[in-house]
């Protein structure tokens, strides 16, 4: 009788263990598979990178005399485009219209999209990707081993006209402007048509207005804790007295704009590009 109970634990303790081993496998599986999931697959989007010289240049938004320091950086010399954007969700699958997770787009992520992998019907692949979030956008350029530029690296860009580094002094800077941003469907453009600026950097206002990494840093205030105070409502009330230039209109548009942001929200005129630190 003491033998068979012996045999009995020993099978019992025996499949006990192969359970607990097949369990634990299954476990690492899942781990690894939720982890490779939640990774960027690299992309190689064919696009020049503009090498930015640095400088202080003054924001729209703060006092008279603070000037803000930009380091040199590199800026891809358009914006992404459809079929790049196209690509990138081909090879990362968590960021197809069906699969992205509400947290990271709202309900309209590429809403003129046909399915998954099928652009808008007659949409130019070389137009600019819209309906995109602050996610997707930063997910995109990790992926391609880039990163969003920040509102300073952008802005100081956007200072330039085609001949000179910094055109807000000329007269017909905001106003020429205005008139692209009042052209319609200008966002189903293809990129690279217009001049470029005095970098070498095309579209920077006639096609699509841009994410960038801190798009609401402006809102910022300082006692933003309870969120007492994060009432898009205050950037009409304290631009008109904290701002540097209060004839650039455009200017006001671009804030307001991107004040109305949340991180997930997607617009249909609104795109990105890409940044780079340089390295030293």
């Known amino acids: ?11 019992g303790g025996f499949f006990f263990l192969l359970t607990a081993c097949d369990k634990v496998s ?11 999931d939640n990774k960027e697959v690299s992309i190689n989007p064919d696009v020049k990178m503009v090498l930015i010289k640095g400088g202080e240049y003054q924001p729209f938004y703060g006092e008279d005399s603070s000037l803000v320091q930009v380091q040199d950086f590199l800026l891809d010399e358009k914006p992404v485009t459809n079929k790049e954007f196209l690509d990138f969700v081909q090879k990362n699958p968590k960021w197809k219209r069906s699969h992205v997770k ?23 692949p070389n137009a600019a990707v819209t309906f995109v979030s602050w996610f997707a956008a930063k ?20 200072m330039a006209d ?15 402007l205005i008139n692209l941003y009042n052209q319609k469907e200008r ?30 840093s402006i809102m910022t205030t300082s006692d933003s804790r309870t969120a007492e105070f994060d009432d898009k409502g205050l950037f009409c009330a304290s631009a008109a007295t904290s701002t540097t230039d209060v004839l650039n209109y ?3 548009m671009r804030y307001a704009f991107r004040s109305s942001l949340k991180a997930n929200y997607t617009v249909g005129n609104l795109g990105f590009r890409c940044a780079k630190d340089v390295t030293k």
């Open 1 to 11: 009788m003491f033998k068979i109970f012996k045999i009995f634990l020993y099978f």
């Open 26 to 36: 299954a476990f690492n599986s899942t781990k690894e598979s939720a982890k490779s």
């Open 102 to 124: 509400a947290v990271f787009a709202d309900d309209t992520y590429l809403k003129d999209w046909q399915n998954d992998e099928t652009l808008p019907k007659n949409a130019d």
């Open 139 to 158: 997910a995109y350029a990790k992926s391609a081993g880039k990163r969003l530029p920040t509102l300073d690296e952008w802005e100081y860009v956007a």
């Open 162 to 176: 085609e001949e000179s580094a910094n055109a807000r002094d000329k007269s017909t800077y905001s106003a020429h």
């Open 187 to 216: 966002e189903k453009n293809a990129v690279k048509i217009s001049q470029p600026n005095y970098y070498g950097v095309y579209n920077m206002f006639d096609l699509v207005w841009e994410w960038t990494d801190d798009f609401n």
């Open 250 to 252: 455009a200017s006001f």
